[in-house]
């Protein structure tokens, strides 16, 4: 299961689980659709994996399976090329 984190990797702005400008990689690394596009160019700075839109957990199985409150947050790792 997703773990739905709270933030962005890079700029550790909210991205709540609703949010549509969540990206993720395989390894469920998550950042913003803004990072993605302007400092990372699709790719994980992780892993070198794909970004991909992060999908929207249906809000009854939210309340079963809430998000993550963990807050990762690398900003050294997320300098621009």
């Given at each position: 299961m997703l773990e739905l984190r709270p933030n962005c990797e890079c700029c550790n702005c909210e991205?709540?689980?609703q949010s549509r400008e969540a990206?993720?990689?395989?390894?469920?690394?998550?950042?913003?659709?803004?990072?993605?596009?302007?400092?990372?160019?699709?790719?994980?700075?992780?892993?070198?994996?794909?970004?991909?839109?992060?999908?929207?957990?249906?809000?009854?199985e939210l309340l079963r399976h809430p998000a993550s409150t963990q807050r990762v947050f690398k900003p050294l790792g997320c300098a621009s090329s």
């Open positions: 991205l709540p689980p990206m993720i990689c395989s390894f469920e690394c998550t950042f913003c659709a803004d990072c993605v596009e302007r400092r990372l160019l699709g790719r994980c700075p992780n892993c070198g994996g794909e970004l991909v839109r992060r999908p929207i957990r249906p809000a009854g």
